[in-house]
């Protein structure tokens, strides 16, 4: 049972113009989500995280946005650069149960020049 | 933040036979576990790794397919026994601390023939 979701497989954007991801999930007891970016060959790298208490959180070009009766997140990306072109995952973690975290399948991003 | 490395970075291996694959944390993580990503899917926590004792393997994930060792803070084993081609996937370690993000090494492309 997936219970963190990325429904688009890839996004493609101009450069410039702003990338929006989107994670879904089920589990109502996450508290804890964040999102990793990955190249290829390379492990994921972690970008931005937000806490259940919020709806917001930006740093840089980067802003997560957290709808908790959607269950639903979001990750802007503005303006995108070329070197956004990466698989991105978002995923998910309920803290009073452990540090587990559950990982979508990943939107793989290409900003085009 | 923690700086993580894995070897072997690929390896190709024969139906039937083991493989060792390590990973070095450059600080002191309290978290260490291990993932794996087949292709098109998602990351899947295979197990935690406890320092100094039995890990603590997910749901579908056992011993004796997957021996974790954790003699220290900073150093993991994970060995894949018996491997049929079900097995060629991404391996990849992640550490860090409770309530905080994970750090991921590059990962272990892994193919068995």
């Known amino acids: 049972d997936q219970q963190v979701k990325q429904n688009s497989p890839s996004l493609s954007v101009q450069e410039g113009r702003i990338s929006i991801l989107n994670c879904d999930y089920t589990?109502?007891?996450?508290?804890?989500f964040l999102w990793y970016k990955k190249y290829p060959a390379e492990g994921p790298t972690f970008l931005i995280s937000i806490s259940s208490i919020k709806d917001k959180n930006e740093d840089g070009r980067f802003t997560v946005f957290l709808n908790k009766s959607a269950k639903h997140l979001s990750l802007h990306i503005v303006p995108s650069q070329p070197g956004d072109s990466a698989v991105y995952f978002c995923?998910?973690?309920?803290?009073?149960?452990?540090?587990?975290?559950?990982f979508g399948t990943g939107t793989s991003l290409t900003v085009i020049p | 933040s923690a700086v993580i490395s894995q070897k072997p970075s690929r390896d190709i291996c024969q139906r039937g036979t083991s493989l060792t694959i390590q990973c070095q944390v450059d600080?002191?993580?309290?978290?260490m576990f291990w993932y794996r990503q087949q292709p098109g899917q998602s990351l899947t926590l295979i197990a935690t790794a406890n320092q100094g004792s039995e890990a603590t393997y997910e749901s579908g994930f056992v011993i004796d397919k997957f021996p974790i060792s954790r003699p220290n803070l900073t150093f993991s084993t994970l060995t894949v026994s018996n491997m049929s081609p079900e097995d060629s996937s991404i391996y990849l370690c992640s550490g860090g601390y409770p309530y905080n993000e994970q750090f991921f090494g590059p990962g272990t492309r892994l193919t068995v023939l």
């Open positions: 589990n109502s007891m996450f508290d804890y």
């Open positions: 600080s002191q993580v309290t978290m």
């Open positions: 995923a998910a973690r309920n803290s009073n149960t452990g540090n587990q975290f559950y």
